[in-house]
């Protein structure tokens, strides 16, 4: 009888490898249990969120605490939610917000696996219980607040303002409908970075790699047609890092809120430069 290699394979007993519970990992990524909270005496319709907590004044590691809320009582938005757990259970939970309508981007957070804005997703999206962690890939301020110091020097970077050679015209800068229109898509961006933390490139290089966020604003200078400095903004991505570390993988246009596709608008600048070469 003649015994292929694929038999040999599955008749092998499996082989387990006792790597240790939270390996390797630093302090902010060795998550433990936390704390469980009732739900209010006499609700009817409960929902668990499971919300991560970590706050490094303690010393102590991050923790999971269980929160019932009731829906009675509480908006339809996962922020809802979490204001009335900050309101009714725990006044310590910490989280960014402002505008609480998809505008200012500072909800951002990973909500069952995915990150998105916490005012614009509906709790019923959500499975029971809800999963609510802050944004992937961040180091964290505390609980849901991450830390956006880089994300923001590197959007700094690629110069986000209009920039001019020519003399100043008498009255504004024009463009035609058709100019205007080359920068839709690009200029509602409202800097979540809920793209540029589900990248996983930028999870590898996130200091030397400008991240979809960045580079989509990168085009949208570049597309500008009042803008003049196209020739320097391609040389300052001209780089093995900071622009040609996307591989197309397209997580950074499958979690943007506002529907807007870094990737595309980082394709663009790569067949910019590839014109450029000539
Ligand atoms: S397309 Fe590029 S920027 Fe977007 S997630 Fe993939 S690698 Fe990152
Ligand atoms: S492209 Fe979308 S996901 Fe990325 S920062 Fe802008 S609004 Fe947020
Ligand atoms: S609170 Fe402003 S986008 Fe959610």
Redesign the pocket.
């Known amino acids: 009888m003649i015994i292929r290699k694929s038999d040999e394979v599955s008749r092998s007993p499996v082989r387990r490898f006792p790597v240790p519970r939270n390996f390797g990992m630093d302090r902010q990524s060795r998550i433990g249990r936390g704390k469980t909270w009732p739900a209010p005496r006499g609700a009817k319709h409960v929902k668990a969120f499971d919300v991560y907590r970590y706050d490094p004044e303690s010393g102590e590691n991050p923790r999971i605490d269980r929160f019932r809320v009731d829906l009675d009582d509480c908006g339809s938005m996962v922020l809802d939610a979490l204001f009335w757990i900050k309101d009714r259970v725990d006044s310590t939970l910490a989280f960014r917000r402002s505008c609480r309508e998809g505008v200012c981007g500072s909800c951002a957070m990973n909500m069952d696996g995915t990150n998105w804005l916490a005012c614009t997703r509906f709790i019923s999206d959500l499975g029971d219980p809800a999963r609510i962690y802050p944004l992937t890939s961040r180091s964290i301020i505390k609980d849901l607040v991450p830390d956006l110091t880089d994300a923001f020097a590197q959007y700094e970077l690629i110069e986000p303002w209009l920039q001019t050679r020519s003399p100043e015209p008498e009255t504004e800068r024009l463009q035609s409908a058709d100019e205007r229109s080359r920068i839709d898509g690009y200029y509602e961006c409202i800097l979540c970075f809920c793209?540029t933390s589900?990248?996983?490139?930028?999870w590898w290089n996130p200091r030397r790699f400008l991240?979809?966020a960045a580079?989509l604003h990168a085009w949208r200078w570049l597309t500008d047609s009042r803008d003049e400095a196209t020739e320097e903004r391609l040389d300052a991505l001209e780089d093995p890092f900071r622009l040609y570390?996307?591989?197309?993988?397209?997580?950074?246009?499958r979690t943007c809120p506002k529907g807007l596709n870094?990737?595309k608008a980082?394709a663009e600048i790569k067949r910019k430069m590839l014109e450029r070469r000539g």
Do not use: D, F, V
Request: proline content about 14%.
């Open positions: 793209c589900a990248c996983p490139s930028h991240g979809p580079l570390r996307c591989h197309t993988i397209l997580n950074c246009t870094p990737g980082i």
